[in-house]
């Protein structure tokens, strides 16, 4: 029988009054994985990141970590790491101080003389590379340079589990990349356990093994950041990871071409794609008001011609890599999709253009008109 994951939510609740702010939510983490919390604001991200550190207490379910219940004990007793957005890193103590103060309670009581803490103090600021600024005070060095003390701070007491709270979101986006390169090489070195709550895409596919995208508190889908871009599992997750475009139309069953959605009405052509299953288990019916939603590599600039829609370029966003046009197609409210067109920019504002599906990129994926789970 294989073991238990190392962390186990099961049919975790919170509300507050009459708001339930999670929702039901089972997850499990392995022993050594980063899991990122990933979603929009109110999404429930912060919420979750309190209860398994005890700050909040739960209305219903559980919390296991190495098989062992602890969603009713206080936080102390968790023996929990975890590094608050803003760092809350004491002002009047110096570096050394800070991150000694992570082990505070467990001195002498707890078999560590001063020596002892010094030494790991001394571990843990070499583990971030911030050996040397031990005398330093908070004010005294950088953003990115807190968010290391602070990290160095949880890590010191040797937690069974490690809680980041968009650890990264007060940096500029320089010193944001950066830091985050340190924070993926110390998080991996050290081999903890990892929970990181961000609002960023980037991050969340950078810095976790698996991603977990929340949505009004429940969980919508989780797992390797390729499979939430490739194959998003509800119409929220696909217009939430990564660029997508909707085209709405009715869902054609599989015929030669496979399964797809007719766009813009009767006669209107058929673009192929995936069909999701609905909840409950539901599949789509032929004739049933559909969407297609597509990524910008999916589609492609073509000449007028079968299959192809009209369209204008309303707007061109070079991104110092590649080039975005968004087109609006000729269609019944005027829908608007974003197609890649490569690094040269072949396409200019007000250019008369035809869309078709793309040869690459990830099979477009159809969902039931207004699922938006």
């Known amino acids: ?13 919170k509300r507050f009054g009459e708001l339930a702010v999670i929702r039901e939510l089972s997850l499990a983490v392995a022993e050594g994985e980063v899991l990122a919390l990933l979603g929009p ?74 020596e002892t803490v010094a030494a790991r103090v001394a571990e843990m600021l070499r583990l971030v590379d911030l050996d040397g600024f031990e005398g330093r005070k908070p004010g005294e060095i950088s953003g990115g340079q807190q968010q290391r003390v602070a990290l160095a701070r949880a890590l010191a007491p040797a937690p069974r589990l490690l809680l980041l709270d968009e650890p990264l979101s007060n940096l500029d986006p320089a010193l944001r990349e950066r830091t985050r390169r340190e924070l993926k090489r110390t998080v991996r070195e050290v081999g903890i356990t990892t929970v990181l709550v961000t609002h960023e895409q980037e991050e969340a596919f950078d810095l976790g093994d698996r991603v977990a995208v929340l949505h009004q508190g429940r969980l919508d ?28 139309g009715s869902f054609a069953a599989a015929g030669d071409g496979g399964p797809g959605v007719r766009i813009g009405g009767a006669g209107g052509p058929i673009w192929a794609g995936e069909p999701v299953t609905m909840r409950g288990g539901r599949e789509l019916e032929a004739g049933a008001a559909a969407e297609l939603m597509a990524r910008p590599e999916s589609l492609r600039l073509v000449a007028p011609g079968e ?35 490569g690094a040269a920019g072949a396409a200019n504002e007000g250019d008369q253009v035809a869309v078709a599906p793309g040869v690459a990129g990830p099979r477009p994926r159809i969902f039931a008109a207004g699922s938006f789970r």
């Open 1 to 13: 029988m294989p073991a238990e994951p190392f962390l186990v939510l099961d049919r975790l609740e």
């Open 221 to 248: 889908q989780v797992g390797v950041p390729e499979e939430l871009y490739a194959a998003p599992a509800t119409r929220f997750v696909a217009g939430f990871v990564g660029r997508a475009s909707a085209l709405a």
């Open 41 to 114: 604001s109110g999404s429930g991200k912060t919420t979750l990141l309190r209860l398994l550190a005890g700050f909040e207490v739960a209305d219903g379910g559980s919390i296991r970590v190495g098989g062992a219940e602890v969603v009713h004990l206080p936080p102390a007793r968790r023996r929990f790491g975890m590094v608050f957005q803003h760092y809350a890193l004491f002002p009047h103590l110096t570096v050394g101080e800070n991150v000694a103060f992570g082990l505070a309670g467990r001195g002498r009581e707890g078999g560590r003389d001063r």
């Open 307 to 341: 299959g192809a829609i009209a369209g204008r370029v309303v707007e061109r966003r070079f991104t110092g890599v590649i080039t975005y046009a968004t087109v609006r197609l000729e269609l019944p409210g005027e829908p608007e999709v974003e197609v890649l067109v």
